[in-house]
């Protein structure tokens, strides 16, 4: 597990290994490791969540053997949530990051607040999960209700794309977006839209499948990921073209530090990022300011 902080000036210099700016300024982009015109890109990967949508939190724990949990833990420890906050989960659907900062916030409540003013700081708060798919969405809300969370009004769902979000300037304590950033068709737009919808000390939060530094481990993990993750999707869910499609799209996502200066060139301040597992994830943070 390393922690890094990573300056503007170190973008620039990795940049010319990894142009993710030649293709996002094309009329050409990639889905996996095929290249597609960029209208095409939004529905293909719509239909890939669309087939997966039913089984994806299960395939997620087979997949990670459950370590996602964990990933999303830290995630949510890391945006320290607060009672009153709104908070914006972006390509969150099926609800898993959302129900995890709304159970922090509510222990904070349980440990600091009196019961007489809990309801009122309960209305106050908003989670807006925002996502591109319905049926993810859908998802979410069967359980939510499952949950016993389907009337709270803290629990916002909301259609809609990450790089035309519908929310005002300065709007959102926090922003989150957790395996989703590296299937919308340009990332420095969504990190523009997300740069503009936080409030002055906001936090940007992504977690996100990654690149494996260790040669030894590299030849494990390519392994698992393309002979074992695909076979499980066709038998799990009925699916292995989809799931071959999420294998590939990691191996195009840009590698950490350039990420991280994509980040740094929306605007955001402060910005570093954390390995886990080597690297199979990590999480990138920044701060309006």
């Known amino acids: 597990m390393s922690f890094r902080m990573v300056a503007r000036r170190l973008g620039r210099n990795l940049l010319p290994t990894f142009t993710p700016a030649a293709t996002l300024h094309s009329h050409a982009t990639s889905f996996g490791f095929k290249e597609v015109n960029e209208d095409e890109k939004s529905q293909l990967v719509g239909n890939v969540f669309t087939k997966v949508a039913s089984n994806y939190d299960i395939m997620n724990d087979v997949m990670s053997g459950g370590l996602h949990r964990l990933w999303k833990e830290r995630l949510v420890g890391k945006l320290s949530p607060f009672p009153g906050m709104k908070h914006l989960d972006v390509a969150g659907g099926t609800g898993d990051v959302a129900f995890r900062i709304l159970e922090t916030i509510n222990n904070v409540n349980r440990r600091a607040i009196q019961d007489t003013f809990e309801d009122d700081l309960q209305a106050e708060t908003q989670i807006y999960v925002c996502d591109i798919n319905p049926n993810m969405l859908d998802v979410g809300r069967k359980r939510a209700q499952q949950r016993g969370l389907g009337d709270l009004g803290s629990l916002v769902w909301v259609e809609g794309d990450a790089e035309k979000l519908s929310f005002e300037d300065g709007s959102m304590d926090g922003y989150t977006i957790a395996f989703g950033i590296r299937n919308v068709t340009h990332i420095e737009k969504a990190l523009a839209e997300a740069y503009r919808v936080l409030k002055k000390g906001g936090r940007f939060l992504c977690l996100e499948l990654s690149h494996v530094d260790t040669p030894v481990f590299k030849q494990l993990y390519d392994y698992y990921s393309f002979s074992v993750i695909p076979v499980l999707g066709e038998l799990i869910a009925g699916d292995r ?32 990022y954390e390995n886990l597992v080597g690297g199979v994830v990590a999480i990138h943070s920044g701060l309006k300011i």
Do not use: T
């Open 241 to 272: 073209d989809s799931y071959q499609y999420l294998v590939e799209s990691v191996r195009k996502f840009p590698p950490q530090e350039v990420f991280a200066s994509m980040i740094a060139d929306a605007g955001f301040q402060k910005v570093e």
